[in-house]
């Protein structure tokens, strides 16, 4: 029996589902000794802490640099422990989200990892096409896929189950959470952790109206003393402060949206836009894009899962024997999806 699963390998998370369910979601991140550069833990543990390691002096890496893998020994143990939440199964086939502009030589190598860890059969899919048919959508679609990851924004111009435009710009969450991190910094000279800046970014963020008013309680570090530090924060005090990024973001789109071929356009804006990835939670996201654009913008439900659940939803329908593996299958998920569904 095959067990099917599809793999997010995310820069702030990688997340395992199959048809049914999310199956393992761990921080993309490990715990190395400064000293000897030996992987310690992986995942929560390595950020929470591991009661079973002695205490050492380690450092918390993530497998990416700009967005880009650049670390395969990290990479390989994220991926290991990954797959080995599938548990005993007879053969696992996996179809995994690569970056759009990775080349072959890199995919290959996480192909590779893969098949190591236990995958005896590996495809692999554009990010922001996974995205849209997690969302519920045919790869059949014409609309633009706008999925917003945490360091990363991937986008892909869909018609008649072709992808027109492929595009990977590093403007993701993070520079969001960052915009608030600087914004406290400049108000009272305080210093205070990503973390917290996300908490703030998701409780009282916003970029559109509507959101109600409210105020939250936040820990910091006054960057001359060195003291601890408590003060109230609210929906009011972060107006404005997500300019920066936020034009960004909305001038890749545009740039996007100006390629569409003459022959498509009609068809892909009458759908418009579908947001996803974690960075599409932000308050007023899309309203304030349809407002900006002047055509539809449709945020998904969940839309950080979207990405794995595609993969999972695109494995249900590949054919149970194949010549492909170990490759890039988007282009072939349009003629996979139709031979399942006439069946």
């Known amino acids: 029996m095959v067990t099917k699963i599809g793999l997010d390998l995310g820069y702030a998370n ?24 030996r992987i310690l833990s992986v995942g929560s543990r390595a950020i929470l802490g591991d009661e079973s390691l ?5 450092l918390l890496v993530r497998p990416f640099k700009n967005g880009l893998l650049y670390s395969s ?8 422990n990954a797959v080995s939440a599938v548990g005993k199964a007879e053969k696992i086939r996996c179809v995994i989200s690569l970056p759009s502009d990775f080349v072959p030589k890199q995919e290959n190598e996480v192909f590779q990892m893969l098949n190591e860890a236990g995958v005896a059969e590996c495809f692999s899919v ?12 045919s790869p059949d679609i014409s609309c633009v896929s706008v999925n917003i990851g945490a360091s990363v924004t991937e986008i892909a111009v869909m018609h008649e189950g072709q992808v027109l435009i492929s595009a990977r710009e590093q403007i993701g969450g993070e520079n969001f959470d960052k915009a ?19 908490t703030i970014k998701e409780s009282l963020g916003a970029v559109w109206h509507g959101r109600p008013s409210e105020t939250i309680e936040i820990d910091g570090t006054l960057s001359m003393t ?7 924060i609210s929906t009011e005090d972060i107006v404005g402060v997500f300019e920066k990024p936020l034009k960004e973001l909305l001038r890749v789109i545009a740039n996007a949206v100006k390629k569409i071929p003459v022959n498509a356009i009609e068809a ?14 932000l308050f007023g996201l899309d309203s304030m894009m349809a407002k900006v654009f002047e055509i539809p913008v449709t945020k998904a439900n969940k839309p950080i899962d979207c990405v794995s659940k595609g993969l999972a939803r695109i494995n249900s329908f590949i054919p149970v024997k194949t010549r492909m593996n170990n490759k890039n299958i988007t282009s072939m998920l349009s003629k996979y999806y139709n031979s399942k569904n006439q069946k």
């Open 226 to 232: 060195g003291n601890k530090i408590r003060m109230s």
């Open 14 to 37: 990688i997340t395992l589902s199959n048809l049914t369910a999310e199956v393992y979601r761990e921080p993309s991140v490990v715990l190395v000794d400064k000293n000897t550069r």
């Open 73 to 80: 020994d990290i990479t390989r143990e994220i991926i290991k």
């Open 180 to 198: 608030v991190k600087q914004y406290i910094f400049d108000q009272g000279d305080m210093t205070v952790s990503l973390l917290v800046a996300r």
């Open 268 to 281: 892909v804006l009458e759908n418009g836009i579908v947001l996803s990835g974690g960075g599409a939670e």
């Open 126 to 137: 554009k990010p922001a096409v996974a995205a849209i048919i997690g969302a519920g959508y």
């Open 54 to 58: 002695p205490s050492q002096d380690g």
